[in-house]
């Protein structure tokens, strides 16, 4: 791993495993390694990178604006494969954010993943690792090998992402209120047992 944390730390882009899929991925600070990940993934430039933090006090380093639906949410789902909206600290990348100024962040329960972002201090962007339109995946030996040629660093070892689903996506309103943005690995029904209020079924 201290390979793929050197890389991240020099600005580098890398692929790395998270608790559902294998991530691509850099310094969500680093507007350049942003850049690239872009241009590897030939992702559309409109759709703003995924973040994950690997530690409870990384989310002050994505968004000084923190609802209370999402201390809850985050109390009951966190670590774990949802991925909440919310407004982006100026201090991050512009890649990472949408028009509005928001971004997507969750907190990874997979000890590589969490381990990086703790690490290098920072929120990690972290997009599937495959080409824009092309099927995500959980297995190594299915990573695309042109993708991995064009990344510094790579952990493809073990423990591997569990597969399935990728992360849900959710946007927190007023109180318990929330819009399912992806329905995913964290299903709706989870979520309203928790006495969430889907606003969007």
Same mark, same amino acid.
């Not at 962040?105 to 495959?130: D, I, K, Q, W, Y």
């Given at each position: 791993?201290?390979?793929v944390?050197?890389?991240?730390?020099r600005?580098?882009?890398?692929?790395?495993?998270?608790?559902?899929?294998?991530?691509?991925?850099?310094?969500?600070?680093?507007q350049?390694?942003? +850049?690239?990940?872009?241009?590897?993934?030939?992702?559309?430039?409109?759709?703003?990178?995924?973040?994950? #933090?690997?530690w409870?006090?990384?989310?002050e380093?994505?968004?000084?604006?923190?609802p209370f639906?999402?201390i809850?949410l985050?109390?009951?789902f966190?670590?774990?494969?949802?991925?909440?909206?919310?407004?982006?600290?100026?201090?991050?990348?512009p890649?990472?954010?949408?028009?509005?100024?928001?971004?997507?962040?969750?907190?990874?329960?997979?000890p590589?993943?969490?381990?990086?972002?703790r690490?290098?201090?920072v929120?990690?962007?972290?997009?599937?690792?495959? #080409?824009?339109?092309?099927?995500?995946?959980?297995?190594?030996?299915?990573?695309?090998?042109?993708?991995?040629?064009?990344?510094?660093?790579?952990?493809?070892?073990?423990p591997?992402?569990l597969?399935?689903?990728?992360?849900t996506?959710?946007?927190?309103?007023?109180?318990?209120?929330?819009e399912v943005?992806? +329905?995913? +690995?964290?299903?709706?029904?989870?979520?309203?047992?928790e006495?969430?209020?889907?606003?969007n079924r």
């Amino acid at each position: 791993m201290q390979n793929v944390l050197d890389c991240l730390s020099r600005g580098g882009v890398a692929v790395y495993p998270t608790e559902t899929l294998y991530a691509l991925g850099c310094a969500a600070t680093d507007q350049d390694a942003c +850049a690239r990940v872009v241009a590897l993934k030939k992702r559309p430039q409109i759709k703003p990178l995924p973040l994950i #933090i690997g530690w409870q006090g990384g989310l002050e380093l994505v968004t000084d604006h923190v609802p209370f639906s999402l201390i809850s949410l985050a109390e009951h789902f966190w670590p774990g494969p949802l991925s909440v909206l919310v407004r982006a600290r100026e201090s991050l990348a512009p890649q990472v954010s949408d028009k509005q100024g928001f971004t997507s962040v969750r907190l990874s329960p997979h000890p590589v993943a969490a381990a990086l972002s703790r690490e290098l201090g920072v929120p990690l962007v972290a997009t599937s690792a495959n #080409i824009s339109g092309h099927e995500a995946t959980a297995d190594p030996e299915a990573l695309d090998p042109d993708l991995l040629a064009g990344v510094d660093a790579s952990y493809l070892d073990a423990p591997l992402p569990l597969g399935g689903a990728p992360s849900t996506v959710i946007r927190p309103g007023n109180d318990n209120e929330i819009e399912v943005v992806r +329905a995913g +690995a964290v299903a709706v029904h989870m979520l309203e047992a928790e006495g969430f209020v889907i606003t969007n079924r």
